[in-house]
């Protein structure tokens, strides 16, 4: 079970993120984690958005590049050494993180964490097998 | 009496400096002094013979003048020369390798070539007596520096294809210097060479001279350097760059021109005056003309330069089209010397840049671009910082070349950036910017900002 997530190219220049944070706004999209990676010239603005499919083609038409990424939800339980476990899962399991990086606020006592890996559907069973649960897109409130 | 001495003192200094002054030194004095009369009779009786010479023994020129109805019986004098065809960067990409080559290869010793990589590259070949003479050129160009046998001369161009290093190096040996085959790079050991064996000259690019006198100073060895004079040239430089590097530096720093078609460093060169280079008119006729006609210009007019070479051998190039613009002037000059001389270059008639004394033609990063998937909508920013040039080519991002990983996007960056490197010869940093960002422009695109102050 993957979550779609919007990555768009950003050129490092004053008001690029603001631009599109006001795009999305003005057309009602929510926004449920935010994620920058970034050199000194340019970064990766990676969002995870109540209506994907509206906000991507808003964005497009606006001229920005992006590209659909499918990313796991990970249900990390909100305690000392939650996230460490699900990380020794997954480094025993041999399976390569390219990024992640955390949903805004926690449910029942468990954080989100985004996980981007090559097989996502590989990822998802070796966590339902060691007892970790994935989140699903309606849990975070995508349409 | 107090006031008389004062005087005395102050005129003895002065006179002394004017006695400095006043010694310009030359390699070949009874050649670079000659009056005018004898050196067109040189330049009339070369050319004819030149002329002679490369219709027997260049096919691809011979085309040329047959097709303009020109045979070397309608050139009798300078006065003629109008007559032949010009010979063009084109040419010399078309006739590569040997097409424009005039003498048998078991004559040829040596090839130089030029920066300019894929489809531009220039070669060029010497026979022993090219090579002589070119050396001579430089010699010249080293001796109105001030230079004499006693002088350690520290080559810092290039040297390899590049013609900088083998020409400075070449007329230092003629000068009988004591010569330093440094080439460029490594900082410390230019300097500590310089320091330890006392280098008086340094020839070199006059952006490198900068960065060399910022690093000098960087490390307090100001008190050590012993130079006096620098021989800078192969890319252009400003009046203001000349103050700052001889103040900086304590030298006088003199201006040198040439281009490894018609041999390399040392077809002109600047003297005492500092006020322009004398172009070596025993070996070229140098013309002004109209780079939109081909109309050959008056005396002081701005236009482009041409070149003949009525001396070489084995590459014997007729009206070539430098593309560089100046100005000639037949003005008396203080030195002693009477051949022309030529104003800094003042910029091109065609699309080429140089940057860091590499010749770059914003072709051949459209081609680097295309080949590595990129659009070919970009723009070159040409810039010089702390008196060293840089270029940066701003490239948009397309939704094939992007990517949600980071990793792969710079991955891809650093490719081009090698990709660029192997076919400029230099670091060109690349900006990857959003899409539709670089100006679209109604007519002939704006492919290149110069922001250098020249």
């Known amino acids: ?143 | 009496m107090v006031i008389s001495v004062i005087n005395i003192e102050k005129t003895d200094f002065s006179s002394v400096e004017e006695e400095m002054e006043k010694m310009e030194r030359y390699y070949q004095q009874d050649i670079e002094t000659a009056d005018r009369e004898q050196v067109l009779a040189w330049q009339n009786e070369r050319l004819v013979k030149q002329v002679r010479h490369v219709w027997d023994n260049v096919p691809y020129y011979r085309a040329k003048m047959e097709e303009k109805g020109v045979t070397p019986e309608d050139i009798q004098s300078v006065a003629d020369l109008h007559k032949l065809p010009f010979l063009t960067k084109d040419d010399l990409r078309e006739a590569y390798p040997y097409g424009l080559l005039a003498k048998p290869l078991k004559d040829c010793v040596r090839i130089q070539s030029t920066s300019g990589t894929t489809g531009r590259r220039v070669v060029a070949f010497y026979t022993q007596h090219d090579i002589d003479l070119w050396e001579d050129c430089c010699a010249r160009a080293i001796m109105a520096a001030g230079g004499t046998e006693e002088d350690v001369c520290h080559v810092s161009y290039g040297y390899g294809l590049f013609t900088g290093g083998p020409g400075l190096n070449g007329g230092s040996h003629k000068v009988g210097c004591l010569t330093l085959p440094m080439s460029s790079g490594n900082t410390d050991r230019q300097l500590q060479f310089m320091v330890d064996l006392g280098s008086t000259i340094l020839c070199c690019t006059p952006s490198y001279a900068a960065f060399l006198a910022e690093s000098i100073h960087e490390r307090g060895l100001q008190d050590q350097i012993k130079l006096k004079a620098g021989i800078f040239g192969a890319e252009a430089w400003s009046e203001e760059m000349r103050q700052d590097i001889q103040n900086k530096l304590r030298i006088r720093a003199y201006d040198i021109y040439g281009l490894t078609e018609t041999s390399g460093p040392g077809v002109a060169f600047e003297c005492s005056e500092q006020t322009g280079m004398h172009i070596n008119e025993d070996h070229f006729i140098a013309e002004i003309i109209d780079p939109d006609t081909g109309e050959v210009l008056p005396e002081g007019s701005k236009g482009e330069l041409v070149f003949t070479s009525i001396t070489k051998e084995a590459f014997p190039l007729l009206r070539y089209r430098t593309r560089d613009i100046c100005v000639l002037t037949r003005k008396k000059c203080s030195c002693g010397r009477t051949h022309v001389k030529m104003s800094k270059p003042m910029g091109r008639s065609d699309d080429m840049l140089i940057v860091k004394g590499v010749n770059v033609f914003p072709s051949q990063i459209e081609t680097v671009l295309l080949e590595q998937g990129y659009p070919a909508n970009y723009q070159i920013i040409v810039d010089r910082v702390n008196n060293s040039d840089t270029i940066e080519v701003m490239v948009e991002m397309t939704p094939e070349n992007f990517s949600d990983n980071l990793g792969k996007i710079t991955a891809m960056e650093k490719s081009l950036v090698s990709a660029l490197k192997a076919m400029l010869g230099i670091y060109a940093k690349v900006r990857l910017v959003a899409p539709k960002s670089i100006t679209r422009s109604e007519g002939k695109a704006v492919r290149v900002i110069d922001k250098r102050k020249i």
């Open chain 1, 1 to 143: 079970m993957t979550i779609p997530q919007i990555s768009v190219f950003l050129e490092n220049k004053a008001g690029q993120l603001a631009d599109i944070t006001g795009i999305l706004s003005q057309n009602q999209v929510n926004m449920r984690a935010i994620n920058i990676a970034e050199t000194t010239d340019y970064g990766v603005l990676r969002l995870i958005v109540d209506d994907a499919a509206k906000a991507s083609s808003i964005l497009l038409e606006k001229g920005f590049i992006l590209t659909m990424t499918p990313v796991v939800g990970v249900a990390v339980p909100d305690t000392p050494g939650g996230l460490s476990k699900v990380l020794s899962v997954i480094s025993g399991a041999e399976i390569d993180v390219e990024y992640m990086y955390s949903v805004f606020g926690q449910k029942d006592g468990q954080a989100c964490m985004i996980f981007r890996v090559a097989d996502s559907d590989g990822l998802t069973a070796v966590l339902e097998q060691n007892g970790i649960g994935t989140i699903a897109g309606e849990d975070l409130g995508l349409h």
